[in-house]
T-cell receptor
């Protein structure tokens, strides 16, 4: 069965600083990988996805993520964080025969200090 | 451009009461999903449907039932609510497995069981 681990429950950064959120997955083959963001009281919004090809994917709001097969990781990065990026971030994996079912990590709460 | 709409947004129930959560999507998506979100646990799949008239169990199906009588609607039922079912429930839809259009989420239903 597939699984996702987000090691950091809560991360605090200063506005303008760089950001990296970690995500490790467990799956036998190459999975489909996603990062979602959730603002308080809202649903989840897709930031970016990896299906195949270039291992560095660009998303919305200036985010990017890099798929590293050797490390089973899909870390999310942003070079300069804005106060509006404060939210909870979820990494998710879809396995090859799972009918689109997503397995989510536990989430990482991002706090941005001015 | 409604996307995925969940009804109601908030509800408080007493233990043993029943209720139905409604999810409606206007994107002609084949696949629909119900998740629950609990602190520190990410989102967990309750039930899903790969087409009108079909349903299947997800990771945490006990205590819930679902129906997909129409393609655009996916209903989640609690027959006898328990305090352990206090959670935020999210509905999502997608065109299908591994497609370029990943899951679209509703804004959630906050359910409290007293």
């Amino acid at each position: 069965a597939q699984s996702v681990t987000q090691p950091d429950i809560h991360i605090t950064v200063s506005e303008g600083a760089s950001l990296e959120l970690r995500c490790n997955y467990s799956y036998g083959a190459t999975p489909y990988l996603f990062w979602y963001v959730q603002s308080p009281g809202q649903g989840l919004q897709l930031l970016l996805k990896y299906f195949s090809g270039d291992t560095l994917v660009q998303g919305i709001k200036g985010f990017e993520a890099e798929f590293k097969r050797s490390q089973s990781s899909f870390n999310l990065r942003k070079p300069s964080v804005h106060w509006s990026d404060a939210a909870e971030y979820f990494c998710a994996v879809e396995g090859g025969t799972s009918y689109g079912k997503l397995t989510f990590g536990q989430g990482t709460i991002l706090t941005v200090h001015p | 451009n409604a996307g995925v709409t969940q009804t109601p947004k908030f509800r408080v129930l007493k233990t043993g009461q029943s209720m139905t959560l409604l999810c409606a999507q206007d994107m002609n998506h084949e696949y629909m999903y119900w998740y629950r979100q609990d602190p520190g646990m990410g989102l967990r799949l309750i039930h899903y449907s790969v087409g009108e008239g079909t349903t299947a169990k997800g990771e945490v199906p006990d205590g819930y039932n679902v129906s997909r009588l129409k393609k655009q609607n996916f209903l989640l039922g609690l027959e006898s609510a328990a305090p352990s079912q206090t959670s935020v429930y999210f509905c999502a839809s997608s065109t299908g497995r591994g497609s370029s259009q990943p899951q679209h989420f509703g804004d959630g239903t906050r359910l409290s069981i007293l």
